[in-house]
């Protein structure tokens, strides 16, 4: 059964940093592509940042210059660096990691979800 497991959300003030951590275990096969995305309530899921196998990675505008995405697709880990939070960062994050397998092509795969919040 493929688990993704996220770690590092919480609580922090305006200006703050977080790191969010997120480990994929039961698959062997290394993802294609991993990201973060985040929710609050009323609104769509949206991508904050994510990074292929080959490294290229991609940045929701308002995240840019401040977050920072970094992985090991070999190890199906991927980590999240957010600095200069601010209050519209408040969000459950939600980590995601592609895999394209056998007969059942790109396969998207998602953690639980961890509450960021920034108190300003």
């Known amino acids: 059964q493929v688990q993704l497991v996220e770690s590092g959300g919480g609580l922090v003030q305006a200006g703050g940093s977080l790191r969010l951590s997120c480990v994929v275990s039961?698959?062997?096969?290394?993802?294609?592509?991993m990201g973060w995305f985040r929710q609050v309530p009323g609104k769509e899921r949206e991508l904050v940042a994510s990074?292929?196998?080959?490294?290229?990675?991609n940045y929701l505008d308002s995240v840019k210059g401040r977050f920072t995405i970094s992985g090991d697709n070999a190890k199906n880990t991927v980590y999240l660096q957010m600095n200069s939070l601010n209050a519209e960062d408040t969000a459950v994050y939600y980590c995601?990691?592609?895999?394209?397998?056998?007969?059942?092509?790109?396969?998207?795969?998602w953690g639980q979800g961890t509450q960021v919040t920034v108190s300003s």
């Open positions: 995601n990691a592609a895999f394209r397998l056998p007969v059942m092509g790109v396969t998207d795969f």
């Open positions: 039961g698959i062997v096969f290394r993802s294609s592509r």
């Open positions: 990074i292929t196998g080959g490294g290229t990675t």
